[in-house]
């Protein structure tokens, strides 16, 4: 395990948890995947709730805002545009630097590397045919090309290059089968396994 002086490594993981003071949750990332062989998606998930957590805490009245683990499934869902702008208003409204603490979450490979090199853990078990770690990838891939996307309009509005109201963003991914045409929702291809047509058509 490397640390350094305060007790925690240099990669985001550990930055993260120290600007938090999260040291605790630092230790249980490492014992959740060893013992309880968590996966990097449901780490990431333990992260990001307790920075969230921690920051309402300390920013925000809490009987206000419900409990963390639903304001941060609402945040990462990307389902609703709409319950989306609505949660990270009423973060705002209550004094939570919205945009700070979602910048400070943690995706699956950045939890991927903080194993393999800070805590010498071997992740590489599962691979990348394991359809819940693929899941993941896109999901992070998705997820930060809507991030970037969002700002670039925001950009654009802002500075007068495009007449519109406050936008939100949304980017989806879609998997279409050359064999039969046939266009699916990634997820719902994942949950299936297979075209209608096999990939015979």
């Excluded at 350094?4 to 990669?11: H, L, N, R, T, V």
């Excluded at 307790?50 to 499934?73: K, M, N, P, Q």
Aim: hydrophobic content about 30%.
């Amino acid at each position: 395990m490397r640390r350094g002086e305060a007790g925690y490594c240099s990669c985001k993981v550990g930055r993260v948890t120290q600007k938090y003071d999260l040291a605790g949750v630092y230790d249980e990332v490492g014992r959740r995947r060893e013992q309880e062989d968590d996966s990097l998606r449901t780490l990431a998930e333990f992260v990001n709730t307790c920075v969230l957590r921690r920051t309402i805490e300390t920013h925000a009245d809490r009987e206000v805002l419900v409990d963390a683990t639903s304001v941060y499934s609402t945040l990462t869902n990307g389902a609703d545009a709409g319950a989306v702008a609505e949660t990270r208003e009423r973060l705002a409204t209550a004094g939570v630097p919205v945009e700070e603490v979602t910048d400070d979450f943690v995706s699956h490979q950045t939890v991927r590397a903080h194993l393999n090199s800070c805590l010498d853990m071997d992740t590489g078990r599962s691979g990348a045919t394991d359809p819940e770690e693929v899941a993941d990838l896109i999901e992070w891939a998705r997820s930060r090309d809507e991030r970037i996307i969002d700002r670039a309009v925001s950009r654009l509005r802002e500075s007068g290059h495009l007449q519109i109201g406050e936008t939100n963003v949304i980017h989806s991914v879609r998997v279409i089968c050359e064999a039969c045409g046939r266009s699916h929702r990634l997820q719902e291809l994942l949950n299936d396994q297979q075209c209608e047509c096999d990939g015979t058509v």
